[in-house]
């Protein structure tokens, strides 16, 4: 389970998180939406420790993160697994090395560690490309090879950073039911943000939205469609016109 | 005025911070260097791309700079009838000084560049937060064997440089100016202490593990996309660059009394 309470992130001047507060219950799928801005990067790299809150708790199971040294802070990322947006992939090794980097680096026979790869690649509908390069894959076999490093231990928790941004529909609903998939395979409790209002009704459980720093509204993809909320209304609909102003641009 | 104590108000934050972050780099990768499990395989890598792919290039810069030594003394001291001394300026001048400051320049502009831009790259594409997800250090698996590998692969090329920079200036004094190689090598011998050549190899792996800290920093600490990472890699650059020049006033006037 992760709960998170009044969490605040300043980087100078700019107040980027101004109180969070939000819980997402084990085996729960919980997107959140918001705007370019909102600050959905900053807080989805809260919940696993990349960066500290200046204020607030972040809660793992029950510890609560934001104050952890060093050492046990690596021992709770193991619970882990993230997908980024552009995938990460360390471009000096072969698919099948970062999609076994961690097993490798907790001591992993290469061998062993090489199927552990192929199978988590199979998971992720890609096979023979275990001895490629990322350089000569596509943006939507990368996000793959991502998720299958991601998930490669067997992590209680996912984390997802824009999992459909730049890619077509097509290949964007596949990586949709991917995610979907992840769950019921592996019962892991997600976090995914994003503002792909298709991708959120597909994936989610139940939907938060932030916006300017707080979550302003957090439901089941019902309650978000049918929200009075003008906020969220102007966000789901996607529309120019409403409460939230898009900045630095005048008619 | 105001606007330019306002710079120079600015410019000594920006200083400060620096430097204090550039020390807790420092210090952390002191610490990961101690700590196990040890990067030894990722340092013998590292060791490869710093140290034996920097010879070609370290050898060239030796062989040319013992040559121009060899060919500036035996022109200039003429004019005082003190050509003779050809083996010793090269050879004082190789180990004390040349060797291990091109070779720092060297290694800083290839190794130094290649460490910000990789470095700086796999800052912005997540590569280095993807590291920490996965339980990685980021110091401990990039910082520390690039700055352990810099730290023993400078005096080892500095010494290689040093050789092959008195062999220049022999094939330019014997082979060019017909000057004794007998001479040629007592001068150089004679006048060679032991304390000149590992104060040069002291002077070579500060600078080996300065170019590495200030390059991983810059890289490690890149912002802002690829022109960031353009960026990163030319102040690496430029700051390795200083720092060897200027720390080498420092250093001699501390080592060779």
């Not at chain 1, 969070?20 to 729960?28: C, K, R």
């Not at chain 2, 796999?122 to 810099?150: C, G, H, N």
């Not at chain 2, 400078?154 to 440089?161: E, G, H, R, V, Y």
């Amino acid at each position: 389970m992760i709960e998170i309470a009044g969490l605040t992130k300043s980087f100078g001047p700019n107040q980027v998180l101004r109180g969070v507060n939000l819980t997402v219950q084990a085996g729960d799928s919980m997107v959140v939406i918001g705007g370019s801005g909102s600050g959905k990067s900053v807080l989805i790299k809260h919940i696993i420790g990349l960066l500290r809150p200046d204020a607030g708790m972040v809660l793992i199971d029950g510890t609560d993160i934001s104050t952890l040294k060093d050492k046990e802070l690596y021992e709770i990322r193991r619970k882990f697994g993230m997908l980024f947006q552009g995938a990460a992939l360390f471009d000096s090794m072969s698919v099948w090395e970062n999609v076994g980097f961690a097993l490798l680096r907790s001591g992993m026979r290469e061998r062993e560690a090489k199927v552990v790869a192929i199978e988590k690649l199979r998971l992720v509908g890609l096979k023979d490309v275990e001895d490629k390069m990322p350089s000569e894959l596509s943006g939507g076999m990368r996000k793959r090879v991502g998720l299958a490093r991601a998930i490669a231990h067997n992590p209680e928790i996912l984390l997802y950073d824009e999992p459909t941004t730049g890619l077509d529909p097509i290949l964007a609903d596949s990586i949709n039911e991917l995610i979907i998939r992840m769950r019921e395979k592996m019962k892991v409790t997600s976090v995914a943000i994003t503002h792909d209002m298709h991708s959120a009704y597909r994936i989610a459980d139940r939907i938060a939205m932030l916006f300017e720093g707080r979550i302003v509204q957090e439901g089941t993809p019902d309650e978000i469609k049918n929200t009075s909320n003008d906020l969220v209304k102007q966000f789901i609909t996607g529309s120019a016109q409403g409460p939230i102003k898009v900045e630095g641009i005048s008619f | 005025m105001y606007n330019f104590l306002l710079a120079l108000g600015q410019t000594l934050i920006r200083f400060t911070k620096i430097t204090g972050e550039i020390v807790l780099l420092m210090w952390a990768v002191l610490r990961e260097f101690l700590l196990p499990p040890y990067e030894i395989k990722n340092t013998f890598k590292q060791a490869m791309e710093i140290g034996i792919k920097s010879v070609p290039v370290a050898l060239v810069t030796a062989v040319f700079t013992g040559m121009v030594l060899a060919l500036q003394t035996v022109t200039g001291f003429k004019r005082f009838g003190a050509e003779s001394l050809v083996g010793s300026v090269v050879a004082l001048s190789m180990t004390r000084e040349m060797g291990p400051v091109l070779t720092g320049l060297v290694v800083a502009g290839r190794a130094g560049a290649a460490m910000a831009a990789e470095l700086g790259t796999m800052r912005v594409t997540e590569q280095i937060d993807a590291l920490e997800t996965l339980a990685v250090k980021p110091v401990k698996y990039l910082v520390t064997p690039r700055f352990t590998s810099a730290l023993f692969m400078m005096p080892a090329l500095t010494i290689l440089s040093d050789f092959v920079g008195i062999l220049g200036g022999y094939a330019v004094a014997v082979w060019l100016f017909g000057m004794s190689s007998v001479l040629y090598w007592h001068r150089a011998w004679d006048n060679l202490e032991l304390s000149d050549i590992y104060n040069g190899l002291i002077k070579a792996a500060f600078f080996g593990g300065a170019v590495a800290i200030v390059s991983c920093y810059k890289g490690f600490y890149t912002e802002g996309g690829a022109e960031g990472v353009g960026k990163a890699t030319t102040g690496a650059v430029v700051i390795s660059f200083m720092t060897i020049l200027i720390s080498d006033y420092f250093l001699t006037a501390w080592l060779f009394k």
